[in-house]
């Protein structure tokens, strides 16, 4: 099934998307990319991607299968109802905005319209990405067959029926690659203070955090085997983990992470 998409944003994550989309065989002809800005667009229209500044460039006849917007959640309002007329003409709507609920789409668009809230991760740049979607009830199999055909060329995806899990969706997997980047940028930062020098411990955290992640993916066991594997009795692991595991300190901390990504969504919707 070939699918003609609208990107309504080219930042970040609009770029992530584009890049896998283009990698997957969507061809990029039946792309058009609107956003304001001309550096943002560059990309884009390098890939063969058609790109335009603004929606009231766009040709009356033209239509597309889907839109999906990519912008920040605060100007979310004023940027949809200039592309009323693709959903007249029956584009499904996908929108990757934190917080933004699916009824902002439908007080825009109207209650006829198919609309499909998608919360993706950066990792998509390389197909890496987790996606979780939920959509209302104008919804059809073959939206849904459009949406996963997108979101499976960038990454793993799931889908929800109740949209009140999208905030902590996005408190945990949306906003997760910064929890994990952190990690590795701490655990440089400990290396160094051990007595490494900067580019081995910089090589040594991300390798192990990519091993590791790679080994709980592909492993059957469950992780807390999987960190027992690694945990010889009265070893050095053991002493390690004494400090992160003690208090429960790393998974208060995690909690205390993901509720206040998940309340920051909520307050944003
Ligand atoms: N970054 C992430 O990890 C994730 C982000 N999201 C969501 O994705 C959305 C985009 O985030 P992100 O890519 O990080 O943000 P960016 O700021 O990088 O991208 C937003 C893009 O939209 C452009 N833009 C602004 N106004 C318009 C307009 N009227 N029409 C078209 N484009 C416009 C911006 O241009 P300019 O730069 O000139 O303002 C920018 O290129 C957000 O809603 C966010 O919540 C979801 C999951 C993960
Ligand atoms: O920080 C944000 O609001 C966006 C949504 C998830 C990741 N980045």
């Known amino acids: 099934m070939t699918v003609s998409i609208t990107l309504v944003g080219c930042g970040n994550m609009g770029r992530a998307m584009l890049g896998g989309w283009i990698e997957q065989n969507v061809k990029p002809n039946d792309i058009l990319v609107v956003d304001p800005s001309v550096d943002n667009l560059e990309i884009a229209g390098k890939s063969g991607c058609r790109t335009l500044t603004s929606p009231l460039l766009i040709e009356e ?18 940027v949809i109802p200039a592309y009323q007329a693709l959903i007249d003409k029956g584009a499904l709507v996908i929108s990757i905005a934190a917080g933004t609920r699916i009824s ?6 109207g209650e006829d ?40 060329a960038i990454g793993t995806t799931a889908w929800v029926e109740e949209e009140g899990l999208m905030d902590a969706v996005t408190g ?35 390798t192990t955090v990519s091993g590791a992640a790679e080994l709980a993916i592909s492993s059957a066991e469950p ?33 205390r992470t993901v509720a206040a990504a998940t309340e920051r969504s909520r307050e944003l919707g």
């Open 61 to 78: 006849g033209y239509q597309s299968d889907v839109i999906v917007f990519a912008v920040k959640p605060q100007v979310m309002t004023d």
């Open 104 to 109: 902002v789409f439908e007080e825009s668009f």
């Open 113 to 152: 319209a198919a609309i499909i809230r998608t919360m993706p991760n950066t990792p998509a740049a390389i197909r890496r990405g987790m996606l979780v979607s939920v959509g209302n009830s104008k919804v059809t199999d073959h939206h849904r067959k459009i949406c996963d055909i997108l979101m499976n």
């Open 172 to 206: 945990l997997s949306g906003s997760g690659p910064a929890y994990v980047f952190h990690m590795i940028e701490a655990m440089i930062a400990a290396g160094v203070s051990a007595g490494l020098p900067e580019d081995l411990a910089r090589t040594l955290a991300k």
């Open 223 to 255: 992780v807390d085997v999987l960190r027992k594997n690694v945990t010889s009795p009265n070893g050095t692991t053991a002493a390690g983990l004494a400090v992160l595991m003690g208090g429960n300190a790393l998974t208060d901390l995690m909690t």
